[in-house]
């Protein structure tokens, strides 16, 4: 395993757990054969859809950033490269 500074912990090549900013409970997000863009996509819908925190708090949008969704991503994927030709 291998924890991050930020609160997310890389627990297996598909799975990371990171902590609820607003409560500290653990939350484990498995992203299977999920590609980076893949897991971009579904965390943007996962931000705005309402649902319930396992530290029972209920939340209509923003995950993202509660559950340090952006961080997870990195510690799956790593830092995300500038796609852009530098002129």
Same mark, same amino acid.
């Given at each position: 395993?291998?924890?991050?500074? %930020? =609160?997310?912990?890389?627990? &297996?090549?598909? !799975?990371?757990?990171?902590? %609820? !900013?607003?409560? @500290?409970?653990?939350?484990?997000?498995? $992203? @299977?054969?999920?590609?980076?863009?893949? /897991?971009?996509?579904?965390? &943007?819908?996962?931000? &705005?859809?309402?649902?319930? %925190?396992? =530290?029972?708090? *209920?939340?209509?949008? @923003?995950? !993202?950033? $509660?559950? !340090?969704?952006?961080? /997870?991503?990195? /510690?799956?994927? =790593?830092?995300?490269?500038?796609?852009? /030709? *530098? &002129?």
């Amino acid at each position: 395993m291998v924890q991050t500074e %930020c =609160g997310v912990e890389l627990v &297996s090549p598909t !799975r990371v757990h990171v902590k %609820c !900013r607003k409560c @500290g409970e653990t939350i484990p997000i498995e $992203f @299977g054969e999920m590609t980076r863009d893949q /897991a971009e996509h579904a965390i &943007s819908l996962m931000d &705005s859809t309402p649902r319930e %925190c396992p =530290g029972y708090h *209920v939340e209509l949008s @923003g995950w !993202r950033h $509660f559950w !340090r969704l952006d961080e /997870a991503l990195e /510690a799956m994927y =790593g830092t995300k490269e500038n796609t852009h /030709a *530098v &002129s």
